[in-house]
């Protein structure tokens, strides 16, 4: 919504739509300012559910107009202040489409989002995905750069949160040889390695401040400057982000820039979490459960209404990956276990560290040892099968090829 100068008072985020089953809602985050939707004043229900929140707005309509108060033109017959709503509009049925990718769903959050998708896949726009952890937002991510015209470029995985702040920039933009200690020949960054395709860069919320006017600048020029160099030079290169925070309660705490929140929102896509989209559980699992290799007897098992039920269920604050483990734990024991299975819950043993080392370097040696554990275990696994063992960590093939060179494990 763009705001002229007689509007400025009005609140940035003034208004959200959101999906539902039964079409799509608004929701105001402060009604003091107050929402009209086709000339009528829109307030949330006085009912209040199981979790005593407020209601939800009634349905809208697919071509309702909403209005700021002060720019409001009333209906004819009806006063500035007339009051609630008489007839809430028609619903809508469910939106969007039942597949994108290899993703599934029957709910109408989840379908509304695989059609943003789509709408995404079709141009260079940049993108956000908002959701929490384990909903597959790094799944979405590939499956809107298969869908789209770089399918065949290459589509590179950078995880913001899993490296300090001065190997981050090296691992994004490269660097020169003796740009830093250490730096014993020349590296290529992501974003070059990436140059004509897709870079997902994953807890984009996690990128350090001083980081931040770097990405905004490549987001703006489209062009990177390697540590150690002075000169600019341009990539082309389309840009899909992943979040599990809130970055607009970021902006306002100051601890991400407005600027590159809305040069990364150009197109911003909600993954809604497992709980909230509990009807597709059954096509999840089925799935899951092809994609893992299970026999038509262990899928039959898995896939009776009283197991589907159970996991319907369940709280599931993990999501999709933990619905995942879960079933592959029931793989591997030849049960239909319960989903608060006990050893789901054990806790790892705590992993030993040298505080005379910096935190950088502390920091940097057991995210290498993590990763090479990781990977070494899940290879041998899976047998050796590197496209089954990235989809069974929700990782992208490529990354994983990545991370095995970079640890010895594979040529």
Not at 35 to 46: E, L, P
Request: aromatic letters at 6%.
């Amino acid at each position: 919504m763009n705001l002229s100068n007689e509007e400025s008072a009005v609140s940035r985020f003034h208004c959200e739509m959101k999906p539902e089953q039964k079409g799509a809602r608004a929701r105001s985050p402060d009604e003091r300012p107050g929402t009209y939707v086709d000339g009528v004043r829109w307030r949330q229900s006085r009912a209040r559910g199981r979790s005593g929140s407020t209601g939800a707005y009634p349905p809208l309509r697919h071509d309702a107009r909403d209005e700021l108060p002060e720019r409001r033109q009333a209906p004819p017959g009806m006063g500035p202040d007339t009051g609630e709503s008489m007839t809430p509009p028609p619903a809508r049925t469910a939106p969007g489409q039942a597949t994108f990718g290899d993703l599934v769903a029957t709910s109408a959050a989840t379908r509304a989002s695989f059609e943003r998708m789509a709408c995404a896949a079709a141009c260079n726009a940049t993108v956000l995905l908002e959701g929490e952890t384990g909903t597959g937002k790094s799944r979405a991510a590939h499956a809107i750069h298969r869908a789209g015209a770089r399918a065949n470029a290459p589509f590179l995985v950078v995880d913001c949160g899993a490296l300090p702040a001065n190997l981050l920039e090296s691992e994004l933009f490269g660097h020169e040889k003796g740009a830093f200690t250490g730096a014993v020949q020349r590296r290529v960054g992501a974003f070059e390695e990436a140059d004509g395709g897709t870079i997902f860069l994953d807890e984009i919320g996690e990128l350090p401040a001083e980081l931040q006017p770097k990405l905004l600048r490549v987001l703006e020029n489209r062009e990177i400057r390697r540590l150690g160099t002075n000169t600019y030079q341009p990539v082309n290169v389309r840009v899909i982000a992943a979040t599990h925070r809130d970055l607009r309660e970021e902006v306002q705490a100051g601890r991400f820039r407005a600027d590159l929140y809305f040069r990364l929102a150009v197109v911003g896509i909600p993954i809604p979490s497992l709980r909230e989209r509990t009807e597709d559980i059954p096509l999840i699992v089925e799935r899951i459960l092809v994609g893992l290799g299970a026999t038509p007897e262990q899928l039959a098992k898995l896939t009776t209404p009283d197991f589907l039920a159970r996991l319907q269920r369940a709280a599931w604050p993990g999501n999709v990956r933990e619905l995942r483990n879960h079933l592959e734990r029931c793989l591997v024991f030849q049960s239909a276990l319960p989903p608060t299975a006990p050893d789901a819950l054990a806790p790892a043993a705590p992993r030993a560290v040298d505080p005379s080392l910096t935190y950088a370097e502390s920091r940097r040696r057991a995210l290498e040892s993590f990763e090479r554990d990781y990977v070494e275990a899940l290879l041998k696994l899976h047998g050796g099968k590197v496209s089954q063992a990235a989809a069974a960590a929700d990782m992208d093939r490529v990354y994983l090829y990545r991370l095995l060179r970079r640890h010895g494990l594979k040529s």
